[in-house]
Structures are given as C-alpha cells and as structure tokens.
C-alpha cells in the first residue's frame, strides 16, 4: 500500500547557547555514539515549531492548549450572544466542554479557597490537565451550549445532544492538533493520533558543557561600596545539530478532514498545513536563554524527501562523531550526503522519492546532488503542490 511520508533533514550551527535546559539549568546532552553530545528536546523544537505558525496560518486554523478551555468557549458564547453574563457563560460552557470530552471542569480547590479566604469571587473552573482545541471546535460548543441555554444540564443528557457535543469536539481539528495530536486522558474516543514526529536534535560531534560566570553591578553603587550587587553562573555549549522531522501525510489529510472552507479545493487544508510545518520546523528556534546568547542562527542546510514508503532518519551518518579541525559543517555535509546514498541504495528507498536541498555556502557544497536545489521559500511552494499532486494521484 502506497503511502505519502515527508520527512526534513536539518543542519544548523548554533553559536555558545542554552536552547533547552534541564532543571538545574544545564543545557541538555545525549550519550550517542558512546560520547556525549548536545541535545534539543522534540518538545522544545515542537513548541517553538507551533509558535512559529502564528505568524504562517489564520487563527481559525490553529487551537488553544489549555487549562482554562472553559473560559475560551465562554468568550464565544458571549460574542455569540452578548446578553449572557459572564457567570452564565462560564457555566454553559462547563458543563458543554465537560460532556463533549469527558473530562471534569470545575474550579480547583486551591483556587477556590484561597479566593474565599480574601473574599473575592469565585475563580473560573478549569480542566484538571491542558485541553486542546481548535479555534472551530470552541466556536461549535459555544453554538451548541446556547442552543441548551434553559436547561443545559438537561440537553446534554439527552442522546442525540451528547453525541452531538462530542462529534463537535472530534471533527475540524486545527493544524496544530492534526500535527502534534492531542490526548483527552477522561476521553480517550476523541483522542487524535500525531501525524508528525520530530526527533531530538543531536550534535554530529563531542560537546563538554561551558560555564559562564558573570557579575551585576548595581548601578546606585558608591566609591564606599565597590563590587558586583549579583554574581552567577549560566551554562551553555555550541554545536552543529542535526534535526529530522517527518510527517504521515495521510494521517494528516485524515486528521484533518476535506475542504473545511465552501471557497476551496478540498487538499487546500493539507497544503497549508504541510508548508506550515515545513516553514515552522525549518525556521523556528526554542528560546532558552535567547536574551543573554543572542544565538538566531538559521539552518546550514534543508533537505526535505517525499516518499511513497516508510520514515527514514539519517542521524546513522553522525553515529561515529565528527572531530574539528576546521569546523564540524563540512566534514558533516560529506558524512550525510554518503549515507543517504548508502542507505537509499541498500534498502531501495530512492524509489518513487522527491527530493529538495536549500544550502548556504561552499562547505554544503558534498550535499549538491541530493536534491533539486531550491530556496525555501520555492521549497515551501514545491512540496506543497508535490503532497497535493500525490494525494490526488493516489486518491
């Protein structure tokens, strides 16, 4: 059975940085290769990657992860309808957010009794854990709780109201939740399976972690009063990383539904989302520690396959680390453009492939052939068109 997987391959250099720490504030590191490398979480370049999209798609395509989901779907009950209060709002929405996932909301005892003992108003009730809708998802219940408005609790006992509630909390996923999925622990039946995975970037070579001592002098300071008003330390490293993402187009085509908008083809919500991720992973950066490195470096290299099989990774190039003698990038580009032909040839994995480079500088230049040589923003375009013309082939 014939399937449609993209996968990004990524090589960035990152100057001294602390892109994703662990709780004591140490960059974080992986044993691969039996040496010790620097590491970026999934979920940190997936956060960042979901931000990225702020500023790529439509709100109306994009969900809300969140405790606070009652009070969102209270919002558009009150845009829906202005005369609702804000107290009924939030009960209406409760108790529709409640029944549509399964999950309780109500107000957290702490809250609560903390709000009692200063003598303020009750709090807004919340889910016990983050939930995650899209922005369609929120408006429906919102609709459909006005529709219960007299008697809300008794509406959605009714069946056809209650399925109702959760076809509308399982339908018009945003891109974000196609993407990353989502889990309803009290819900398990409108759970969504993620389309894409994304590894941990690693470095293609041995790191030791650095220390930063620093001082603050305190600015109202007199002669009599010499020294720092703060001292510290901030731990950091600088690497070559190499990151891989791949997405299940299909499951993202299902996730996604077909032609949520009446004005467009029904691959129109695929396309956005895959050139939204493309762009999102490719440029996006987490921001641990950005203010004090400054470290906003864009990817050395970008190289994005589609094929009609499995996922393959190519993180096997750098198994055996790189050792510098001017700079890891070269040596890395040379590495990885051998075993994606090693690879593709053993395994018979260049068959029915597409496959798109964009490079910077002479040192990329062993990467030249693995690809049709593009700029990103003609990468985006291509491989939007090359996931619709293979949907609708294979359709």
Known sequence: MSRTILDVHVLQTVPPSNLNRDDTGTPKTAVYGGVRRARVSSQAWKRATRLAFDALLDPEDLGTRTKRVAELVAARIVALEPDVSQEEALALAAETVQVATGSKIEVPKRKADAAKKKGEKEPAPESSYLMFLSARQRDGLAALALEGRKDIKAFLKDKDAKARAKSVADTHHSVDIALFGRMVADGADINVDAAAQVAHAISVHAVENESDYYTAVDDRNEDSEPGAGMIGTVEFNSATLYRYAAVDVDLLRKNLGEGLREDEPATEPLRRAVQAFVRGFVESLPTGKINTFGNH??????????????????????????????????????????HIRDVESAYGAGEDVDSWVVRVGTRTAKLADVGVSVTLPELVEQVGEAVVRRQVSGA
């Open 297 to 338: 470096t864009l990817p050395d290299v970008v190289i994005v396959k589609l094929r009609g099989s499995r996922p393959i990774s190519f993180v096997g190039a750098f198994e055996e680390p790189i050792e510098a003698e001017k700079g890891y990038l070269g040596e890395a580009c040379e590495n990885l453009a051998n």
